[in-house]
Protein backbone atom coordinates (compact mmCIF):
# COMPACT_ATOMS: atom_id res chain seq x y z
CA UNK A 1 0.00 0.00 0.00
CA UNK A 2 0.51 3.69 -0.25
CA UNK A 3 0.49 4.51 3.63
CA UNK A 4 1.54 3.22 7.02
CA UNK A 5 -0.80 0.47 7.49
CA UNK A 6 -1.31 -0.91 11.30
CA UNK A 7 -3.99 -3.57 12.38
CA UNK A 8 -6.58 -3.84 14.14
CA UNK A 9 -7.93 -0.68 14.08
CA UNK A 10 -9.77 -1.22 16.83
CA UNK A 11 -9.31 -4.23 19.37
CA UNK A 12 -11.20 -4.73 22.75
CA UNK A 13 -9.75 -6.67 25.28
CA UNK A 14 -10.29 -7.87 28.52
CA UNK A 15 -7.88 -6.59 31.76
CA UNK A 16 -5.16 -9.55 32.00
CA UNK A 17 -4.86 -10.58 28.61
CA UNK A 18 -1.73 -9.99 25.94
CA UNK A 19 -2.44 -8.05 22.72
CA UNK A 20 -0.44 -7.88 19.48
CA UNK A 21 -0.04 -4.76 17.21
CA UNK A 22 1.53 -4.95 13.74
CA UNK A 23 2.57 -1.89 11.92
CA UNK A 24 3.68 -1.68 7.99
CA UNK A 25 5.60 0.25 7.31
CA UNK A 26 5.77 2.39 3.78
CA UNK A 27 8.37 0.22 1.67
CA UNK A 28 11.96 1.24 1.59
CA UNK A 29 11.49 3.41 5.06
CA UNK A 30 14.37 2.15 7.11
CA UNK A 31 13.05 3.89 10.34
CA UNK A 32 10.27 2.80 12.18
CA UNK A 33 8.46 4.72 15.54
CA UNK A 34 6.04 3.27 18.00
CA UNK A 35 3.90 6.17 19.54
CA UNK A 36 1.30 5.97 22.40
CA UNK A 37 -1.46 8.44 22.49
CA UNK A 38 -3.63 8.45 25.61
CA UNK A 39 -7.24 10.27 24.96
CA UNK A 40 -6.71 14.10 24.98
CA UNK A 41 -3.09 13.97 25.29
CA UNK A 42 -0.06 14.83 22.81
CA UNK A 43 2.20 11.51 21.48
CA UNK A 44 4.50 9.39 24.16
CA UNK A 45 7.35 7.61 22.36
CA UNK A 46 8.09 3.85 22.44
CA UNK A 47 10.20 2.59 20.34
CA UNK A 48 12.56 3.68 17.42
CA UNK A 49 13.68 0.87 14.35
CA UNK A 50 16.54 1.79 12.53
CA UNK A 51 17.33 -0.71 9.64
CA UNK A 52 19.20 -3.61 11.46
CA UNK A 53 20.53 -1.46 14.33
CA UNK A 54 19.44 -2.51 18.06
CA UNK A 55 16.00 -0.48 18.72
CA UNK A 56 15.64 2.29 20.94
CA UNK A 57 13.44 0.57 23.61
CA UNK A 58 13.85 3.82 26.30
CA UNK A 59 10.14 4.97 25.75
CA UNK A 60 8.70 1.22 26.81
CA UNK A 61 6.69 2.45 29.75
CA UNK A 62 7.44 -1.08 31.30
CA UNK A 63 8.60 -4.79 31.09
CA UNK A 64 4.95 -5.88 29.79
CA UNK A 65 5.46 -4.18 26.92
CA UNK A 66 8.03 -5.20 24.03
CA UNK A 67 7.98 -4.97 19.69
CA UNK A 68 9.54 -6.73 17.44
CA UNK A 69 10.71 -5.85 13.79
CA UNK A 70 11.94 -8.11 11.03
CA UNK A 71 14.71 -6.25 9.11
CA UNK A 72 12.93 -2.88 6.91
CA UNK A 73 9.62 -4.82 7.03
CA UNK A 74 6.69 -5.16 9.63
CA UNK A 75 6.88 -4.23 13.37
CA UNK A 76 4.71 -5.62 15.97
CA UNK A 77 4.05 -4.32 19.38
CA UNK A 78 3.06 -7.04 22.36
CA UNK A 79 1.49 -5.48 25.48
CA UNK A 80 1.17 -8.41 28.03
CA UNK A 81 -1.46 -8.67 30.88
CA UNK A 82 -2.85 -5.47 30.12
CA UNK A 83 -4.38 -2.58 32.03
CA UNK A 84 -7.05 -0.28 31.85
CA UNK A 85 -4.47 2.56 31.93
CA UNK A 86 -3.10 0.70 28.55
CA UNK A 87 -6.20 2.32 26.60
CA UNK A 88 -4.77 4.74 24.60
CA UNK A 89 -4.41 4.88 20.67
CA UNK A 90 -0.90 3.31 19.41
CA UNK A 91 0.69 4.78 16.38
CA UNK A 92 2.94 4.11 13.99
CA UNK A 93 5.63 5.84 11.86
CA UNK A 94 7.74 5.31 9.21
CA UNK A 95 10.51 7.00 7.68
CA UNK A 96 13.08 6.88 4.50
CA UNK A 97 16.01 8.32 5.83
CA UNK A 98 17.85 8.10 9.11
CA UNK A 99 17.73 11.62 9.79
CA UNK A 100 13.91 11.13 9.93
CA UNK A 101 12.76 14.46 8.02
CA UNK A 102 9.41 13.23 6.44
CA UNK A 103 8.09 10.67 8.90
CA UNK A 104 4.63 9.28 7.92
CA UNK A 105 2.11 8.03 10.24
CA UNK A 106 -0.58 5.26 10.34
CA UNK A 107 -4.08 5.83 11.34
CA UNK A 108 -3.34 3.88 14.51
CA UNK A 109 -4.75 0.98 16.50
CA UNK A 110 -7.37 1.93 19.43
CA UNK A 111 -7.11 -0.22 22.05
CA UNK A 112 -9.90 -0.31 25.21
CA UNK A 113 -8.82 -2.80 28.03
CA UNK A 114 -12.19 -3.31 30.05
CA UNK B 1 8.64 21.55 32.38
CA UNK B 2 7.59 20.70 28.53
CA UNK B 3 9.94 20.29 25.45
CA UNK B 4 7.67 21.72 22.93
CA UNK B 5 5.10 24.01 24.43
CA UNK B 6 1.79 24.89 22.44
CA UNK B 7 -1.43 26.43 23.79
CA UNK B 8 -4.31 24.10 23.85
CA UNK B 9 -7.10 25.64 21.82
CA UNK B 10 -7.36 28.28 19.28
CA UNK B 11 -10.83 29.48 17.85
CA UNK B 12 -11.11 31.57 14.74
CA UNK B 13 -14.14 32.49 12.33
CA UNK B 14 -14.06 30.83 8.71
CA UNK B 15 -11.91 33.15 5.89
CA UNK B 16 -10.07 34.58 8.81
CA UNK B 17 -5.96 33.65 9.38
CA UNK B 18 -5.02 31.24 11.98
CA UNK B 19 -1.56 31.26 13.85
CA UNK B 20 -0.35 28.59 15.61
CA UNK B 21 2.46 28.58 17.55
CA UNK B 22 4.78 26.46 19.11
CA UNK B 23 8.10 26.86 21.76
CA UNK B 24 10.73 24.54 21.80
CA UNK B 25 13.58 24.65 24.21
CA UNK B 26 16.86 23.66 22.91
CA UNK B 27 18.71 24.96 20.54
CA UNK B 28 20.14 22.07 18.65
CA UNK B 29 16.96 21.31 17.09
CA UNK B 30 17.59 20.23 13.29
CA UNK B 31 13.72 19.45 11.80
CA UNK B 32 10.58 20.69 13.07
CA UNK B 33 6.97 19.51 11.82
CA UNK B 34 3.32 19.91 11.87
CA UNK B 35 1.41 17.74 12.27
CA UNK B 36 -2.52 18.15 11.81
CA UNK B 37 -4.93 15.31 13.58
CA UNK B 38 -8.59 14.93 12.50
CA UNK B 39 -10.84 13.13 15.25
CA UNK B 40 -10.59 9.42 15.07
CA UNK B 41 -7.43 9.88 12.43
CA UNK B 42 -4.15 9.39 12.61
CA UNK B 43 -1.69 12.18 12.09
CA UNK B 44 -0.50 13.82 8.25
CA UNK B 45 2.34 15.35 8.13
CA UNK B 46 1.65 18.57 6.92
CA UNK B 47 5.02 20.24 6.44
CA UNK B 48 8.65 20.78 7.79
CA UNK B 49 11.63 23.00 8.31
CA UNK B 50 14.85 22.38 8.55
CA UNK B 51 17.16 24.49 11.48
CA UNK B 52 18.73 27.00 8.76
CA UNK B 53 15.37 28.09 7.20
CA UNK B 54 13.49 30.79 8.55
CA UNK B 55 10.38 30.53 6.64
CA UNK B 56 8.62 27.81 4.20
CA UNK B 57 5.66 28.74 2.40
CA UNK B 58 3.26 25.81 1.09
CA UNK B 59 0.19 26.97 -0.76
CA UNK B 60 -1.81 28.40 2.21
CA UNK B 61 0.56 27.40 5.11
CA UNK B 62 3.39 29.41 5.88
CA UNK B 63 5.92 28.12 8.86
CA UNK B 64 8.05 30.70 10.40
CA UNK B 65 11.19 29.66 12.55
CA UNK B 66 13.03 32.05 15.07
CA UNK B 67 15.81 30.80 16.37
CA UNK B 68 16.80 32.86 18.82
CA UNK B 69 13.45 32.89 20.54
CA UNK B 70 12.70 29.35 20.00
CA UNK B 71 9.59 29.64 18.05
CA UNK B 72 7.87 28.10 15.26
CA UNK B 73 4.39 28.98 13.92
CA UNK B 74 2.19 27.60 11.03
CA UNK B 75 0.19 30.44 9.71
CA UNK B 76 -3.03 28.86 7.48
CA UNK B 77 -4.34 31.77 5.02
CA UNK B 78 -8.64 31.65 4.72
CA UNK B 79 -8.79 28.74 7.11
CA UNK B 80 -11.95 26.79 6.48
CA UNK B 81 -14.01 24.44 8.53
CA UNK B 82 -12.31 21.79 6.82
CA UNK B 83 -9.17 22.74 8.76
CA UNK B 84 -10.88 22.05 12.52
CA UNK B 85 -7.99 19.63 13.71
CA UNK B 86 -5.72 19.39 16.24
CA UNK B 87 -2.28 20.46 14.86
CA UNK B 88 1.13 19.50 16.76
CA UNK B 89 4.40 20.87 16.62
CA UNK B 90 7.50 18.23 16.82
CA UNK B 91 11.13 18.73 17.09
CA UNK B 92 13.87 16.32 16.21
CA UNK B 93 17.04 17.50 18.42
CA UNK B 94 20.17 17.22 16.93
CA UNK B 95 22.43 13.65 17.34
CA UNK B 96 18.77 12.12 17.90
CA UNK B 97 16.06 10.33 15.36
CA UNK B 98 13.01 10.29 17.56
CA UNK B 99 10.33 13.42 17.43
CA UNK B 100 9.12 15.23 20.52
CA UNK B 101 6.13 16.26 20.20
CA UNK B 102 3.41 19.24 21.57
CA UNK B 103 0.19 18.23 23.18
CA UNK B 104 -1.23 20.22 20.49
CA UNK B 105 -3.27 22.94 19.68
CA UNK B 106 -7.28 22.20 18.61
CA UNK B 107 -8.32 24.47 15.86
CA UNK B 108 -11.71 25.64 15.58
CA UNK B 109 -13.15 26.81 12.99
CA UNK B 110 -16.26 28.47 13.30
CA UNK B 111 -18.84 30.35 10.42
Same mark, same amino acid.
Not at chain 1, 43 to 70: C, M, V
Not at chain 2, 3 to 30: A, M
Not at chain 2, 82 to 103: K, V
Given at each position: ?????????????????????????????????????????????????????????????????????????????????????????????????????????????????? | ????????????????????????? #???? /?? @???? !??????????? $??????????? #???? /?? @???? !??????????? $?????????????????????????????????
Amino acid at each position: GAGVSQSPSNKVTEKGKDVELRCDPISGHTALYWYRQRLGQGLEFLIYFQGNSAPDKSGLPSDRFSAERTGESVSTLTIQRTQQEDSAVYLCASSPTISGNTIYFGEGSWLTVV | GEDVEQSLFLSVREGDSSVINCTYT #DSSS /TY @LYWY !KQEPGAGLQLL $TYIFSNMDMKQ #DQRL /TV @LLNK !KDKHLSLRIAD $TQTGDSAIYFCAEILGGSYIPTFGRGTSLIVHP
